[in-house]
């Protein structure tokens, strides 16, 4: 069973603080790598995608990548509490590309 | 931008009625999808389409049916509405190629009374 496995949270920061959320994936091959961002009521937003092993900077956003370790996280620098969300963690399914494996999310609340 | 709109924000059916949820793109993606998400159990996927006339089944395909006559639009349909499909029923959109990223809708929220 290909998993994606999350903390449920809820994940507790000040503002201005660094969120870390983190994830990690049961299928060694899988290819793409993706955050989203989901707030109460709303659907899944895209924030970062990542496909190759490293870090990746995207504003406040950085996502981190190690596929020997089959992990996959989210740094948020200078949290706000408009980031306050639930962020779901996507790994492609590589039996069929299209196809995306989901986390079931952690709660992430930045306190003012 | 991608968008992806669907057919209502919210909708409430009977039991036994057949319900019609209608998605639509306008980035000209071959793939498009059909997840329900339930609170505890995530993001769960009804069926997908990776071109016209074309689907795959899901992780959970009973008691739903899909349509998709042209690229931009797919239908996920509810033979015969129960209460245990009363969820948030989201469709998303992603291009071919090697990349996969999905784009959503704003999702419907379906209740069977």
């Known amino acids: 069973q290909k998993e994606v496995e999350q903390n449920s949270g809820p994940l507790s920061v000040p503002e201005g603080a660094i969120a870390s959320l983190n994830c990690t994936y049961s299928?060694?091959?899988?290819?793409?790598f993706f955050w989203y961002r989901q707030y109460s009521g709303k659907s899944p937003e895209l924030i970062m995608s990542?496909?190759s092993n490293g870090d990746k900077e995207d504003g406040r956003f950085t996502a981190q990548l190690n596929k020997a370790s089959q992990y996959v996280s989210l740094l948020i620098r200078d949290s706000q509490p408009s980031d306050s969300a639930t962020y779901l963690c996507?790994?492609?399914?590589?039996?069929?590309?299209?196809?995306?494996?989901w986390g079931l999310g952690t709660s992430l609340a930045v306190n003012p | 931008d991608v968008k992806v709109t669907q057919s209502s924000r919210y909708l409430v059916k009977r039991t036994g009625e057949k319900v019609f949820l209608e998605c639509v793109q306008d980035?000209?993606?071959?793939?498009m999808f059909w997840y329900r998400q339930d609170p505890g159990l995530g993001l769960r996927l009804i069926y997908f389409?990776?071109?016209?006339?074309?689907?795959e089944k899901g992780d959970i395909p009973e008691g739903y049916s899909v349509s998709r006559e042209k690229k931009e639009r797919f239908s996920l349909i509810l033979e015969s509405a129960s209460t245990n499909q009363t969820s948030m029923y989201l469709c998303?959109?992603?291009?071919?190629?090697?990349?996969?990223?999905?784009?959503f809708g704003p999702g419907t929220r379906l209740t069977v009374t």
């Open positions: 389409s990776y071109d016209v006339k074309m689907k």
């Open positions: 998303a959109s992603s291009s071919g190629g090697s990349r996969y990223e999905q784009y």
């Open positions: 990542i496909y």
């Open positions: 299928d060694r091959v899988s290819q793409s």
């Open positions: 980035m000209d993606h071959e793939n």
């Open positions: 996507a790994v492609s399914d590589a039996g069929n590309n299209r196809k995306l494996i």
